[in-house]
């Protein structure tokens, strides 16, 4: 039943007592004063149906404990301490100095009723109510938009864990269904958990077992699809078709009708990775960091670092991009922002549905990439000017400059590009002293390095000119 906290004050009563200390104006001083207007019993009322039973820990204090966790980024066990130890949350929740807490559980078991309520997001509505109410966020135009990885706290399944947990399950969900499995599943123990004993470094052994274990799913779901069931049993019955499939291909020579299959030797879409939790995906944010879980999208207003929205999605789909579900963050902000985001925010179809919403998109561009592999013709310079062997010099009348030297026109481009040919240049360009003579020659085979459409290593008189290519 729900519980509630009565209306007089403790003898001990922290904000009777020390309540001078906490900073006035202090997100402690605001909950101690509104508490009870941010979070009535009324709002809770759903979470704890029944009129009997042990009472929970009072909404009010569940609330701004909920809160003060979220602000100080606390883990449940530090968070109850701070509630046990620290004056300050003592009297934003309204409890005595002598106080002594509740369990680190009490906070996951409110968590896990809130998000499998109607309303998961009740708490975080109470309080962007009060912005709007104080108007903390007025005058502010600007939204920075990011994700986020969230680890799932369970081990990846392999291929074999999955069927056989998912048999499991079948087993265990639908009514009925032992006396079938046993009759038509005998590829395992069912009853035991973990893997068959076989000889896992042969091939053929492996490729047995599957084949074995893949007919056992679809023999136990052609028995139980026509049958009528509640929801969590036609959950965990197709569950179990989509483990069956997921991962599985026939085997070379097979027509898929005579049960012989092999594990595929790819990854399947949006492919379900453990039994345990199916919404929890592979993900990666770089190359090089991968991580098992779910994505948190959050849109903030950069100045005062509050959130304005947030919405936790499984980690790949189509709908579960970046820039698919920064749109619906931002879909209750007023007209005329400016939106922040990384690259991951760029996509076309996102900036033109902000500008069409009456944003102002500024969006990190991507990395730049060559247009072409390193080391092809293209990326190679192919002028480069080299001095050329000293000519013979011949004695000038006295007063008269020496003769300029020749400068041969510069190469041909492959044929393969064929651009116009370079106008020859005058002599008087070779003329310096400190040349004696001039002549063009290609680059030596190589990456070469290019700098705003320039040729890094072409220093001579015409290093300003455009790139031939």
Same mark, same amino acid.
């Given at each position: 039943?729900?519980?509630?906290?009565?209306?007089?004050?403790?003898? #001990?009563?922290?904000?009777?007592?020390?309540?001078?200390?906490?900073?006035?104006?202090?997100?402690?001083?605001?909950? %101690?004063?509104?508490?009870? +207007?941010?979070?009535?019993?009324?709002?809770?009322?759903?979470?704890?149906?029944?009129?009997?039973?042990?009472?929970?820990?009072?909404?009010?204090?569940?609330?701004?404990?909920?809160?003060?966790?979220?602000?100080?980024?606390?883990?449940?066990?530090? /968070?109850?301490?701070?509630?046990?130890?620290?004056?300050?949350?003592?009297?934003?929740?309204?409890?005595?100095?002598?106080?002594?807490?509740?369990?680190?559980?009490?906070?996951?078991?409110?968590?896990?009723? #809130?998000?499998?309520?109607?309303?998961?997001?009740?708490?975080?509505?109470?309080?962007? @109510?009060?912005?709007? @109410?104080?108007? !903390?966020?007025?005058?502010?135009?600007?939204? !920075?938009?990011?994700? +986020?990885?969230?680890?799932?706290?369970?081990?990846?399944?392999?291929?074999?864990?999955?069927?056989? !947990?998912?048999?499991?399950?079948?087993?265990?969900?639908?009514?009925?269904?032992?006396?079938?499995?046993?009759?038509?599943? @005998?590829?395992?123990?069912?009853?035991?958990?973990?893997?068959?004993?076989?000889?896992?470094?042969?091939?053929?052994?492996?490729?047995? #077992?599957?084949?074995?274990?893949?007919?056992?799913?679809?023999?136990?779901?052609?028995?139980?699809?026509?049958?009528?069931?509640?929801?969590?049993?036609?959950?965990?019955?197709?569950?179990?078709?989509?483990?069956?499939?997921?991962?599985?291909?026939?085997?070379?020579?097979?027509?898929? /009708?005579?049960?012989?299959?092999?594990?595929?030797?790819?990854?399947?879409? =949006?492919?379900?990775?453990?039994?345990? =939790?199916?919404?929890?995906?592979?993900?990666?944010?770089?190359?090089?960091?991968? @991580?098992?879980?779910?994505?948190?999208?959050?849109?903030?207003?950069?100045?005062?670092?509050?959130?304005?929205?947030?919405?936790?999605?499984?980690?790949?789909?189509?709908?579960?991009?970046?820039?698919?579900?920064?749109?619906?963050?931002?879909?209750?902000?007023?007209?005329?922002?400016?939106?922040?985001? =990384?690259?991951?925010?760029?996509?076309? =179809?996102?900036?033109?549905? #902000?500008?069409?919403?009456?944003?102002?998109?500024?969006?990190?561009?991507?990395?730049?990439?060559?247009?072409?592999?390193?080391?092809?013709?293209?990326?190679?310079?192919?002028?480069?000017?080299?001095?050329?062997?000293?000519?013979?010099?011949?004695?000038?009348?006295?007063?008269?400059?020496?003769?300029?030297?020749?400068?041969? %026109?510069?190469?041909?481009?492959?044929?393969?590009? %064929?651009?116009?040919?370079?106008?020859?240049?005058?002599?008087?360009?070779?003329?310096? /002293?400190?040349?004696?003579?001039?002549?063009?020659?290609?680059?030596?085979?190589?990456?070469?390095?290019?700098?705003?459409?320039?040729?890094?290593?072409?220093?001579?008189?015409?290093?300003?000119?455009?790139?031939?290519?």
């Amino acid at each position: 039943m729900l519980g509630a906290s009565g209306s007089d004050r403790e003898v #001990l009563d922290a904000r009777a007592l020390v309540g001078h200390l906490v900073a006035p104006g202090s997100v402690f001083a605001f909950l %101690a004063d509104h508490r009870r +207007l941010l979070f009535p019993a009324e709002m809770f009322a759903d979470l704890f149906p029944a009129s009997t039973g042990r009472p929970s820990l009072a909404p009010e204090i569940a609330g701004a404990v909920l809160v003060l966790q979220a602000l100080e980024r606390l883990s449940d066990r530090d /968070t109850v301490a701070a509630v046990r130890c620290d004056i300050r949350w003592k009297v934003a929740c309204g409890l005595p100095l002598d106080d002594e807490g509740f369990h680190p559980t009490v906070l996951t078991y409110w968590r896990r009723r #809130l998000a499998r309520s109607d309303r998961p997001n009740r708490i975080f509505g109470a309080v962007r @109510q009060v912005i709007s @109410q104080t108007g !903390a966020l007025a005058g502010k135009t600007r939204r !920075a938009v990011d994700s +986020l990885v969230l680890d799932d706290a369970v081990a990846t399944q392999d291929t074999v864990t999955q069927l056989i !947990a998912a048999v499991r399950r079948v087993i265990r969900e639908v009514p009925g269904t032992a006396a079938v499995a046993a009759s038509a599943c @005998q590829a395992h123990d069912y009853t035991d958990p973990g893997k068959p004993m076989i000889a896992w470094d042969d091939q053929a052994a492996r490729d047995a #077992l599957v084949s074995a274990l893949v007919e056992d799913a679809r023999r136990l779901v052609t028995a139980l699809t026509a049958a009528d069931h509640n929801e969590t049993a036609a959950q965990a019955v197709a569950l179990l078709a989509l483990v069956a499939g997921q991962d599985v291909e026939p085997a070379p020579g097979s027509d898929s /009708t005579d049960g012989r299959w092999r594990i595929a030797r790819k990854v399947a879409a =949006d492919r379900v990775i453990l039994t345990v =939790d199916p919404e929890a995906r592979h993900v990666h944010k770089t190359v090089s960091q991968r @991580q098992d879980g779910y994505k948190g999208h959050v849109a903030i207003e950069p100045g005062t670092g509050l959130f304005t929205a947030g919405r936790l999605t499984p980690a790949t789909g189509a709908g579960n991009t970046e820039a698919v579900v920064a749109l619906g963050l931002l879909a209750e902000e007023p007209v005329g922002l400016t939106v922040l985001g =990384d690259t991951a925010y760029g996509t076309g =179809d996102a900036r033109a549905a #902000l500008t069409a919403a009456g944003h102002t998109p500024i969006i990190k561009p991507a990395p730049l990439r060559p247009a072409v592999a390193a080391g092809s013709p293209s990326t190679t310079s192919r002028w480069t000017r080299t001095p050329a062997p000293s000519p013979a010099r011949t004695r000038s009348p006295a007063g008269s400059p020496p003769p300029a030297p020749p400068c041969s %026109a510069w190469p041909a481009a492959p044929a393969r590009y %064929a651009p116009a040919a370079p106008p020859a240049r005058p002599a008087a360009s070779c003329t310096s /002293t400190a040349m004696t003579g001039c002549y063009a020659t290609p680059a030596p085979t190589g990456p070469a390095t290019i700098h705003s459409g320039r040729i890094a290593g072409n220093t001579g008189p015409w290093s300003n000119d455009p790139s031939p290519g």
